[in-house]
Each structure stands twice: as structure tokens, then as C-alpha cells.
């Protein structure tokens, strides 16, 4: 079953996202890049509240219990505890599981008595991954969740990751601005940029249409006609270039970019 999106457009005070179509099959787990201010959020927001679907008030909650959603602001309420919160939310939820939640929180060492606004921002991010691995969803949705984790606490969180997948007819969404990540876990990439879909691809196959290219400043200005984007460095000169104008025999390596290098030569600065 997977998620399709098709053509939708949010408009938000000063800002607008446009058009934006893809579908995800089951099973595998979409990287979202972009800018600050791209539309990642405001993507996320119209997908978990049903936006431009015709649902009723019962359908819309049937909807919501799809998704599990872990951002990074917390969305539970400042007054409330981890304790409060399995109470009060867990049971909405279709499987709940309080043992597990608990369970995470303390692997997680979240104080579950303590007020969400007590908590530091690295906490609330894993009492909202506590939470979201709790109960059976089809989809999770990931809006910066590692930003503010120790490399502990990532590394507890993309195996949780993959333990949900491993259940099998589930999906994932995930924006982050630590695309190492996606380089290595993200199955496709959609890129937005200023609310536009850039592209909507298989990640292996969008990398593999473009080579990153290393040499002396010499070698990749005989190159430059060739070139999408360059960096030059006191030891070395770097650029960005399509894999089917290779080989590139003039260059000293020649290897797939990386979803940082990428966005940076097509849609960065260095253009």
C-alpha cells in the first residue's frame, strides 16, 4: 500500500507548497532534503492532519492512528509527564504498548515523572521516540529527530528503525539535516526547494547520474565546461559533474557523490 502524495498544494501565511507528487511503496524509507524554510515541515503537517483529503471526523482520527510522528519540537503538552502522556495519549492509539514505552524511556533514561518542560530538548526527542515505537503505525514520520541526540542515543534510534521496518508493510519519512544518515539508510530522496519538488527519485539511481571529480585546480579548469559545480582547496580542487559526460580521465579520482555534495553543487552556493 505504501503512501502516494498527488498534487498537493498547502499555502501557508507568506509561503506556499507546491504541487508536490510522489509515491512510496511499502518497505522502504524516503530522505526528505531541503533548506531551512524548504517545505518539510509544512509537508509533514498536511500529511498527518489529513489535509485536502474529504474525511469525516471518525475517518480523520482513523487516519491520524496511521502515523507515528517524532519531530523536532515537541508536540505533547509542557504540563504533563512521560508517566501522563502514556496514560492520557497511549490508549488512542491501536496497540499501545505501555510496557515497551516504558521500558524505552528508562533504555532512553527519561525521567517518566518529571514535566515535559522540565525535560532538556535531547530528552523530549527521545520521550516522542519512546512513544512513537509504542504502538502499530503504518508510517513514521522523522522531522529532525537526531539533532539534538548523542551518538547513544542514534545509534538506539536507527535500530529501532529497523526493527519497525522489519515488520514489514511499513514506511518511512525522513528529513534530516545529517544526510550521512540518508546516505546510508534512505531507500529514495525527495528534494524540495523553496516549496518546489526538485525530484523524487530512487536514491542509488539519482547518485548514480553524477560523479564527483578530484585534482589539482589545473586539471578541473581543462574540466570546467563539464562542471555543475566546483570547490577549489589549498591542496586540492573538487566539482560536481554528470556521470554521462565521463570518463574523466583528466580528473585524479572520480566517485558517486554524496546527498550533501549533491545538494550543495545543484542547489547550494557553490553553482
Not at 215 to 244: F, I, N, P, V, W
Request: charged residues 30%; aromatic residues 10%; hydrophobic residues 35%.
Amino acid at each position: 500500500m505504501g503512501i502516494t502524495v498527488e498534487h498537493l498544494t498547502v499555502e501557508r501565511k507568506g509561503f506556499t507548497l507546491k504541487d508536490i507528487t510522489f509515491s512510496l511503496p511499502d518497505g522502504y524509507i524516503l530522505g526528505i532534503v531541503g533548506r531551512n524554510g524548504s517545505g518539510k515541515t509544512t509537508l509533514f503537517q498536511a500529511l498527518l492532519s489529513g489535509e485536502k483529503k474529504e474525511l469525516e471526523e471518525e475517518e480523520r482520527k482513523e487516519y491520524h492512528k496511521q502515523f507515528a510522528f517524532v519531530s523536532e519540537e515537541c508536540m505533547f503538552p509542557e504540563n504533563l509527564s512521560a508517566k501522563d502522556i502514556g496514560t492520557l495519549f497511549g490508549p488512542l492509539y491501536d496497540g499501545f504498548d505501555t510496557g515497551k514505552y516504558e521500558k524505552l524511556l528508562a533504555d532512553f533514561q527519561v525521567p517518566i515523572k518529571r514535566r515535559v518542560a522540565a525535560l532538556s530538548k535531547g530528552m523530549k526527542i527521545k520521550l516522542q521516540i519512546a512513544f512513537a515505537f509504542s504502538y502499530s503505525s503504518k508510517t513514521l514520520i522523522l522531522d529532525e529527530p537526531s539533532a539534538n541526540l548523542d551518538s547513544f542515543a542514534r545509534k538506539d534510534l536507527y535500530r529501532l528503525i529497523f526493527e519497525y521496518m522489519e515488520q514489514g508493510e511499513r514506511t518511512v519519512l525522513w528529513a534530516t539535516h545529517l544526510t550521512d544518515e540518508l546516505d546510508r539508510m534512505a531507500d529514495y530522496l525527495l528534494l524540495l526547494e523553496q516549496g518546489e519538488q526538485k525530484f523524487f527519485e530512487e536514491k542509488d539511481k539519482i547518485l548514480s547520474q553524477y560523479t564527483i571529480v578530484k585534482g589539482s585546480r589545473k586539471q578541473l579548469d581543462c574540466m570546467k565546461s563539464l562542471l555543475l559545480g566546483r570547490t577549489d582547496r589549498e591542496t586540492y580542487s573538487e566539482g560536481l559533474a554528470k556521470t554521462a559526460d565521463g570518463p574523466f580521465r583528466l580528473a585524479d579520482t572520480a566517485e558517486p557523490p554524496t546527498i550533501e555534495q549533491l545538494m550543495c553543487y545543484l542547489f547550494g552556493k557553490n553553482r
